[in-house]
């Protein structure tokens, strides 16, 4: 059908010509899509403000060869002014749509990064969880779902039951001592317990972790994530810094 409607959270936006927008939405049935907003960068737009990326729209478009038309936009969700407020809250948000922006491709279903994508950002923008756990969850979570689920617990390489002592992140996570491997890191085993918890969304255990443990988890997840995406999240290096996992001796 040429025209089609659809829930659909924005990832981005570029500038075309003098006033249109070409908008990357990443959409609950379709996957992601490209799409034009013809006139949203004048002032009487009728789109508005709703075509801003991390806004959750119910968007009804055409269909082109090479990019859809948006003819009609309506706000679901409004994060911006809650997210925009903390400096923290805005970079995760920002972080986010980039790591679902490389995750996803055109025209192929997504629902499960959209769900989990409007869940993190409804998430950061109540203020109810630290944001760097909120990201940090979203990234583990958005991986095992692309396929690159790591393990916390058990090895990942032979499956020996754990915990183990010993984190690799070619290897896909905790390993064993008989898997270990070069460049393997040590974390506190409290750390693996909060990683853990952050890809099965056990926040009453996240809740209660150190500042230790969360900064060296961050460390980690970013290190898995810029691995398994190869070109890495930019929006990560305007985080605040964490430091780098120590490796085993």
Same mark, same amino acid.
């Given at each position: 059908m040429p025209l089609y409607r659809d829930a659909a959270i924005v990832l981005r936006t570029h500038k075309l010509g003098e006033a249109d927008r070409i908008v990357t939405l990443l959409t609950r049935s379709r996957g992601k899509v490209r799409a034009v907003a013809k006139g949203v960068r004048r002032t009487k737009s009728r789109f508005g403000a709703r075509l801003e990326p991390g806004m959750v729209v119910d968007v009804q478009c055409y269909e082109g060869r090479n990019l859809d038309t948006i003819t009609q936009a309506e706000g679901l969700a409004s994060y911006g002014e809650e997210i925009a407020r903390d400096y923290d809250a805005w970079t995760a948000a920002n972080a986010m749509l980039e790591t679902a922006d490389q995750l996803t491709s055109e025209n192929e279903p @997504? $629902? $499960?990064?959209?769900?989990?994508?409007?869940?993190?950002?409804?998430?950061?923008?109540?203020?109810? $969880?630290? $944001?760097?756990?909120?990201?940090?969850?979203?990234?583990?979570? @958005?991986?095992?779902?692309a396929g690159w689920a790591a393990s916390f617990h058990d090895c990942a390489r032979c499956g020996a039951g754990g915990p183990h002592r010993a984190f690799n992140i070619t290897s896909g996570g905790s390993v064993c001592s008989s898997c270990r491997t070069g460049g393997s890191t040590a974390p506190a085993p409290t750390t693996l317990v909060l990683l853990g918890a952050l890809m099965t969304g056990d926040w009453a255990e996240a809740d209660g972790s150190g500042p230790r443990e969360r900064n060296e988890a961050s460390g980690i997840v970013a290190a898995y994530v810029q691995w398994h995406l190869e070109r890495g999240v930019r929006a990560l290096h305007y985080l605040k810094r964490v430091p780098r996992v120590a490796p085993l001796a």
């Open positions: @997504a $629902q $499960q990064h959209f769900v989990l994508l409007a869940g993190g950002l409804a998430t950061l923008a109540s203020g109810t $969880q630290d $944001q760097r756990l909120v990201l940090d969850s979203y990234l583990l979570r @958005a991986l095992a779902v």
